[in-house]
């Protein structure tokens, strides 16, 4: 529901701070570590969790999201284990905003309605759905509508003034803002630039941006910071996750949110 989204800005807004975005992908390696870590993020710090769903062609991931989208896949994990996931982190946890984040394919099989209406049901405030634009997601969109739910839309680098209006209509919760032209664990973009995108795009849409894709480290996080409403960690976290296990993740993700909160 947008409120948990809406709530979650404007409670670090009053501090002064920004908010702390972490990506997971749900059933990654498998369904009880995956349960366990999406329950333990909000005591880490995490504002707003951003839930993956694997898919098999992820084509705005890099690689290491893209094999933990292979490795969820094989231990399982569908769209409906990722709600699944949702309502069980409900049971504990009812401030967390969670937005998942994947691409149309899966939603369009089961039904913009049908998930809208699960989504819901499961306790999920919105959808991040990379390969869907503006142009394409009026369904999809009449059904979040229908249900409270927040689609969000991503601006970057290369969305001119004529077509940001565009992006922006209809976007609820925030807009997320790709920081470079490429996939999900490429380098920052340059340091300077990123105030002014920021800047244009919050004017636009006169919504929280949040800033993402390439944000490793917590010296970059707190730099970001200082410019965005929001920051998201995605690659890191999960390449942790993965080498090291969920403690040595938690603790990354605890520096994290230390760092976008103190920038």
């Known amino acids: 529901m947008t409120h948990r989204i809406n709530q979650t800005f404007a409670a670090r807004k009053a501090k002064g701070q920004a908010a702390f975005v972490a990506y997971m992908m749900a059933g990654d390696p498998d ?3 995956s349960q366990k870590f999406l329950n333990a993020l909000p005591e880490a710090g995490v504002d707003i969790i951003e839930l993956g769903i694997p898919f098999t062609d992820p084509m705005a991931d890099g690689i290491v999201i893209e094999n933990a989208g292979i490795r969820a896949r094989k231990s399982g994990t569908t769209l409906t284990t990722v709600l699944e996931m949702a309502a069980e982190f409900r049971k504990t946890n009812d401030a967390t905003p969670i937005i998942v984040m994947g691409y149309a394919n899966p939603l369009h099989y089961m039904g913009y309605e049908a998930f809208a209406k699960a989504a819901k049901t499961a306790g999920i405030d919105g959808a991040i759905i990379v390969d869907l634009p503006p142009e394409e997601d009026a369904e ?5 509508e229908t249900h409270d739910l927040a689609l969000i839309r991503l601006a970057t680098p290369t969305t001119d003034a004529e077509r940001l209006p565009r992006v922006v209509a209809g976007t609820k919760g925030f807009v997320y803002y790709v ?5 999900t664990g490429d380098s920052f973009a340059q340091a300077g630039s990123i105030t002014e995108q920021v800047t244009r795009v919050r004017e636009a849409a006169k919504l929280p941006v949040v800033v993402g894709f390439g944000v490793k480290t917590p010296e970059r996080a707190r730099e970001v910071a200082k410019d965005a409403d929001g920051v998201v960690v995605g690659t890191a ?17 605890r520096s994290l949110a230390e760092a976008v909160h103190s920038g």
């Open 31 to 33: 369904r009880e570590v």
């Open 140 to 144: 999809l969109r009449a059904a979040f």
């Open 179 to 183: 920081s470079m032209t490429g996939i």
């Open 237 to 253: 976290i999960v390449k942790t996750l993965d080498e090291e296990g969920p403690e040595a993740a938690l603790t990354l993700i």
